[in-house]
């Protein structure tokens, strides 16, 4: 009921926008965050928005350089990527969960209903 798209090969600096459509129910009160896992590494929070897209949530590593935003009319959540890096490469995943809010979130991989197949990110040095 998540598919996540967009992901690809590109040289460190560049961009890549990454999607998340819903489809088979509204996510429109769901928070829907971006998690990503690198060959070797534990699945990692990456970025959240809250079920309004008013309130957003990122991790360090990538605060000021990745935007997340949604379009819940189309049952969309896209993660804009800027200025990337070698070290994000990984598998992004998107994923829903019921708690809607950002001060509500755990960032608990078992906080979340559903989840995407992934994609691959791959960023060349």
């Known amino acids: 009921q998540l598919q996540a798209s967009g992901g690809g090969l590109v040289q460190a600096g560049g961009s890549l926008r990454l999607s998340c459509t819903a489809s088979?129910?509204?996510?429109?009160?769901?928070?829907m965050d971006w998690f990503r896992q690198a060959p070797g590494k534990e699945r990692e929070f990456v970025a959240a928005?809250?079920?309004?897209?008013?309130?957003?949530f990122y991790a360090d590593s990538v605060k000021g350089r990745f935007t997340i935003s949604r379009d819940n009319a189309k049952n969309m959540v896209y993660l804009q990527m800027n200025s990337l890096k070698p070290e994000d490469t990984a598998v992004y995943y998107c994923?829903?969960?019921?708690?809607?809010?950002?001060?509500?979130?755990?960032?608990?991989?078992?906080?979340?209903?559903?989840w995407g197949q992934g994609t691959q990110v791959t960023v060349s040095s």
């Open positions: 994923a829903a969960r019921p708690s809607g809010t950002i001060a509500s979130m755990t960032r608990r991989l078992n906080e979340y209903d559903y």
């Open positions: 088979g129910r509204t996510f429109s009160s769901y928070g």
């Open positions: 928005i809250s079920w309004t897209g008013r309130g957003t």
